[in-house]
């Protein structure tokens, strides 16, 4: 475990620069607004390590998957999630000298991310060759009100003796992602204007042809007359203002920046707009830019926060997670989605997993309004035409979402996740009961729930087959939410969540008969329903294969799971973990130990539909094999400890999630975030110590404050109310803040809320 970072409850500070460790800072201290983010690279030059990355929301690059072993149904592409034009780029020269943080002496040096309020900060002290001291003060923000606006100040002073400085603001288009085969670069150049007013550079992505222009204007202060000049090459437009800066005179730079793409303009009207955006965050000038991005923070801590009193670490670390969760997502485009690196990194192409059904929905649910996750869903039924297209390169009928995607088709390029983990289909069916249950917002359903039910059931119904011998339905040849087995038959979570989809359609089906058979009946008919296929749906689901160990009274895996080597985590060496970067892929493959919750992950989805006892053995038998290789593991066994009464266990694995980034916890972080299971991580306290379920229409809790806590609390959307729940040693506090009258259960006790209301529930 590493810490980079001081543990404060609004701040991420980087004490110090630690060269070794510059991209870890840097992915820590990445910035985004939804529309586009990057990680906390430095304004100026530097030449240490560093991972120069800036990402805008849907702009990707298909690259090649085709190899020598490319075989049909295999995906035409692997989405690379682009680094793209970096436009916070600032030149100092002090006295004919570039700064570079890599060379000068730093004497002191602090980088720090405000979460609060969305804003990168920088101060440092360097010494030239002739040990002249110059401070330093920078602050960026990605404006959360204007999506396409950026802006960065620079503020330098001499603190030993006047000195000529210059500043360069510049934007370059010359960039490459790191992860390119042979060095090849994703951007060209289509026109750039240089002056020393508004410069402009437009880009376009090669194949894809998203086009890009991103534009700058900048302010200066602090000096008589300095002197502007422009200039440009090849992808590149820069200003520079020079001038004599006196001792302790501060020479200060304001950057104005505006990014526009074609995914919201058309080609032809990109750079008016961006020039446009940008006079106008010129003209409103930083300090109001600056309180209209601040406010927009205010209002989502005010709705969103979790507060934990008594330990400083989770606090922090639980902040860090909701903060980059909204960092990356703000629900306003359903275009858009949740990348598990979001813009912190360029590791995993694609934006969208299973992840954000199955991790990222509880938490939009609950904390913002349900539109939020609506569009989250839609998200899904836009690409129910291209899953159809996918399922039937596969050969099957129905549809097949992909397990990563940009636009809706596949494009990963490891064929045994791609092809295999079938089970992301259930997870998108799931969201929409997830949804359902939690809003009560039925119409989805008709207007476009069932559509994607009626879709991925009929996939199912083509994937299982029917085995004669033991008359039953069997999945073969599958990849279950654990990674570190491939191509097993009869997966319990596959078998499990594909028999549930099918009997979930048929009652949603159901429903609309009773509330909406016209639509039902054009559904229907469009998508050529017969009563034959449904009827066939419901024999599967009755019919479909589970297996068990009953030797322990668990649920299986999948098949021949007893024949492996039957060893617990606690077998392993402590030196060989983890084990993706120590053993080799064979081994792990045939080894007994699970990347990530998998028979598990059924019994958190499907928890209503399984008994305590059964939670209990299966918890009891999975969790000693788990190696928690995946950071969207330790999150859901939590839950299921916390519901086990297994407290101190709960708190454990969700220590491991909470502050997986900040401490390092997985040795990767260094590539970017893991912004998925951060939203595990907020289920952990809200699902796992706060006991959240829905049920019956109705909101649960059943708190437990973990012992080393003195309390905790956060606020709920729920219904179109508001709640805020405060857990104490003796009690549940639950105040109802906005909306209608609310019956809520508490410790299996209801209580009835009015706004304005607020009740205690003991434990005891
Ligand atoms: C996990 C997958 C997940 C992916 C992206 C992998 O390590 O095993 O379940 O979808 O990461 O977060």
């Given at each position: 475990m590493k810490r980079t970072c001081s543990v404060d409850p609004w701040l991420i500070t980087e004490e110090s620069l630690q060269p070794q460790d510059n991209r870890l800072a840097e992915s820590l201290m990445s910035l985004g607004n939804g529309h586009m983010g990057m990680r906390g690279n430095f304004e100026e030059e530097f030449s240490g390590d560093s991972l120069q990355g800036t990402y805008i929301a849907g702009i990707y690059y298909p690259d090649?998957?085709?190899?020598?072993w490319w075989k049909i149904g295999y995906p035409e592409y692997f989405a690379k999630v682009l680094n793209a034009p970096n436009f916070i780029g600032i030149r100092v020269n002090i006295d004919g000298r570039g700064v570079d943080l890599a060379h000068w002496q730093v004497l002191s040096f602090r980088r720090t991310l405000d979460m609060r309020r969305s804003l990168l900060t920088r101060t440092f002290t360097v010494a030239d060759e002739t040990g002249h001291r110059f401070s330093v003060e920078t602050t960026r923000f990605l404006s959360r009100k204007r999506r396409e606006v950026a802006a960065i100040r620079y503020a330098i002073r001499p603190l030993d003796q006047a000195a000529d400085i210059e500043l360069t603001p510049y934007l370059d288009g010359d960039v490459a992602n790191e992860d390119a085969n042979y060095g090849e670069k994703f951007w060209e150049l289509v026109n750039q204007s240089c002056t020393v007013d508004v410069s402009t550079l437009t880009m376009k992505t090669k194949k894809t042809e998203f086009f890009v222009t991103t534009a700058m204007n900048w302010s200066v202060t602090g000096v008589d007359n300095p002197s502007i000049t422009h200039r440009e090459h090849d992808k590149h437009v820069e200003n520079t203002v020079s001038s004599r800066v006196g001792q302790g005179q501060s020479l200060q730079l304001t950057k104005f920046v505006a990014v526009t793409t074609s995914r919201d303009w058309a080609i032809e009207e990109l750079d008016s707009a961006a020039e446009k955006r940008v006079r106008e965050a010129k003209d409103l000038g930083w300090d109001m830019l600056l309180d209209e991005h601040t406010n927009a923070w205010e209002r989502i801590w005010a709705d969103g926060d979790v507060a934990i009193m008594g330990d400083a670490e989770a606090q922090q670390g639980v902040r860090f997670n909701i903060f980059q969760l909204h960092q990356t997502y703000t629900g306003d485009d359903p275009r858009l989605n949740i990348g598990p690196k979001g813009f912190t990194g360029e590791k995993y192409g694609g934006s969208t997993y299973w992840d954000t059904e199955a991790y990222c929905l509880p938490f939009y649910l609950s904390t913002m309004d349900s539109s939020i996750a609506r569009n989250l869903l839609i998200y899904r039924h836009n690409h129910l035409e291209k899953a159809i297209e996918n399922a039937a390169k596969l050969g099957c009928r129905g549809a097949l979402y992909p397990m990563v995607t940009m636009n809706g088709e596949e494009s990963h390029n490891e064929w045994e996740i791609t092809f295999e983990e079938i089970h992301r289909n259930a997870a998108i069916s799931y969201a929409i009961f997830n949804y359902v249950r939690y809003t009560g917002d039925e119409e989805y359903l008709a207007e476009y729930g069932y559509d994607v039910l009626l879709e991925t059931s009929r996939y199912w119904a083509d994937r299982a087959h029917y085995q004669p011998r033991k008359d039953v339905y069997m999945i073969l040849g599958v990849t279950g939410p654990n990674e570190y087995e491939n191509n097993i038959n009869n997966n319990w979570y596959t078998n499990t969540m594909a028999a549930w989809n099918l009997r979930y359609t048929l009652d949603v089906r159901r429903y609309l008969e009773r509330h909406h058979p016209q639509r039902l009946k054009d559904i229907e008919t469009t998508r050529g329903l017969t009563a034959e296929e449904r009827q066939d749906w419901a024999t599967i689901k009755d019919k479909m294969y589970l297996p068990v160990i009953e030797e322990f009274g668990v649920f299986a895996q999948q098949d021949g799971f007893m024949d492996k080597e039957q060893l617990t985590v606690d077998d392993l060496p402590a030196e060989e973990r983890p084990l993706n970067q120590n053993w080799s892929w064979d081994r792990i493959l045939r080894s007994v130990f699970i990347k990530q919750a998998d028979v598990l992950q059924g019994l958190f989805f499907l928890n209503h539909e399984f008994d305590l006892e059964t939670k209990r053995r299966n918890f009891e038998f999975y969790e000693p094999r788990t190696v928690h290789e995946s950071s969207l593991s330790p999150c859901v066994h939590s839950i299921l400890a916390g519901e086990l009464g297994l407290e101190s266990k709960a708190y454990e694995l969700y220590l491991r999630t909470a502050r997986l980034d900040l401490d390092n916890y997985n040795n990767d972080t260094e590539d970017g975030l893991h912004i998925t299971s951060m939203a595990g991580s907020w289920m952990s306290i809200v699902y796992g110590f706060g006991g959240l379920r829905i049920h019956d229409d109705t909101l649960h809790l059943q708190p437990f404050l973990p012992t080393a806590w003195e309390g905790y609390s956060f606020k709920l959307v729920f219904r179109g109310r508001r709640l805020r729940v405060s857990v104490s040693r003796d009690a549940c506090h639950i105040g109802h803040e906005q909306g209608k009258p609310l019956d809520v259960s508490v410790h299996n006790c209801m209580v009835h809320l009015e706004q304005g209301q607020a009740t205690d529930v003991s434990h005891a």
């Open positions: 090649k998957t085709r190899v020598g």
